[in-house]
């Protein structure tokens, strides 16, 4: 299973971005998906999740500015990101937790995608 997000880049303060995580592999189903994020200097952060039912979750900090939504036919995740901050600059990374794959016997494991640089200028 992979995770491969996209959409981070340079942008200033007050505009918006949107990212995306597709997962490949043989998923049957992925129970959480979700976004993180990491400045530098500080811990690794849950910014939102969202459960496969369509139950969200937001970090106090990103609350009526980011929402999260996804696809599960196509085992996708977004967060479209509005009225982007400094504060908000950060590597962005996707989770996938409880992923059952088609692999018989395979257990039920998260994954990490790679992180995405969200950059915003003042």
């Known amino acids: 299973v992979q995770l491969q997000a996209s959409g981070g880049g340079l942008v200033q303060a007050g505009r918006s971005l949107r990212l995306s995580c597709a997962a490949s592999?043989?998923?049957?189903?992925?129970?959480?998906m979700g976004w993180y994020r990491q400045a530098p200097g500080k811990q690794r952060e849950l910014v939102a999740d969202?459960?496969?039912?369509?139950?969200?979750k937001y970090a106090d900090s990103v609350k009526g500015r980011f929402t999260i939504s996804r696809d599960n036919t196509e085992n996708t995740v977004y967060l479209q990101m509005n009225s982007l901050k400094p504060e908000d600059t950060a590597v962005y990374y996707c989770?996938?937790?409880?992923?059952?794959?088609?692999?018989?016997?395979?257990?039920?494991?998260?994954?990490w995608g790679k992180g995405t640089l969200v950059t915003v200028s003042s």
């Open positions: 989770k996938a937790d409880g992923v059952l794959t088609t692999v018989i016997g395979a257990p039920i494991e998260d994954y």
């Open positions: 592999g043989r998923i049957r189903n992925i129970n959480v």
């Open positions: 969202i459960t496969r039912a369509g139950l969200e």
